[in-house]
């Protein structure tokens, strides 16, 4: 008798374990499904800097992104040297669209994912350009907050009045 009991007893703690692993499942799929990139800070780096350098800083969502990514709470003081994980997701580029490549219909969408890339290659924060290693960035606020909602820094007033690198040069 004690054998069939155990057999019951044993079915039961499979379900439950079935149970468990079906509830964490989401969780765990999303965890190691998505890849964020990481970048060192630098000297004098704090938050809205280090955003600011890979165009991110403009967009709340995306500071929220970075502190909840990087298990720090507001204002914390960053680590130069050490590597923090942006509100950047990194897809692998399939060689055919940037929309087959994560899932999206929106043309418009895609095309400023392309730009983004294009503008980090530039800028020389990739070394390569995403068609070539196949390393597709997308920043978080392109897909959860579009629109930028802190203002940018105003662009500094050279003596004269006139915006810094605008108009004639000085003699």
């Known amino acids: 008798m004690s054998g069939r009991g155990e057999t019951n007893g044993s079915k039961r703690l499979y379900g439950m374990?079935?149970?468990?692993?079906?509830?964490?499942?989401?969780?765990?799929v999303h965890a190691d499904g998505v890849r964020y990139y990481e970048a060192p800070a630098l000297n004098g780096d704090g938050v809205f800097s280090l955003l600011r350098r890979y165009d991110l800083d403009r967009y709340s969502c995306n500071h929220e992104q970075f502190y909840k990514l990087n298990n720090l709470k507001r204002n914390a003081p960053l680590?130069?040297?050490?590597?923090?994980k942006l509100p950047i997701e990194?897809?692998?580029?399939?060689?055919r669209t940037i929309r087959s490549t994560i899932g999206i219909d929106d043309y418009d969408l895609a095309l400023r994912i392309q730009r983004y890339n294009e503008?980090?290659?530039r800028a020389g924060l990739r070394e390569h350009d995403f068609r070539e290693?196949?390393?597709?960035w997308v920043p978080w606020h392109l897909l959860h907050c579009p629109e930028p909602d802190i203002p940018s820094p105003?662009?500094?007033?050279?003596?004269q009045g006139e915006v810094a690198g605008q108009g004639e040069?000085?003699?």
């Open 17 to 28: 374990l079935w149970l468990c692993l079906l509830a964490v499942w989401p969780a765990l």
């Open 79 to 84: 680590i130069v040297g050490r590597y923090y």
């Open 90 to 95: 990194v897809y692998t580029f399939n060689g």
């Open 119 to 121: 503008a980090m290659h």
């Open 133 to 136: 290693d196949k390393e597709l």
């Open 154 to 159: 105003a662009t500094p007033a050279s003596p």
């Open 169 to 171: 040069p000085r003699r």
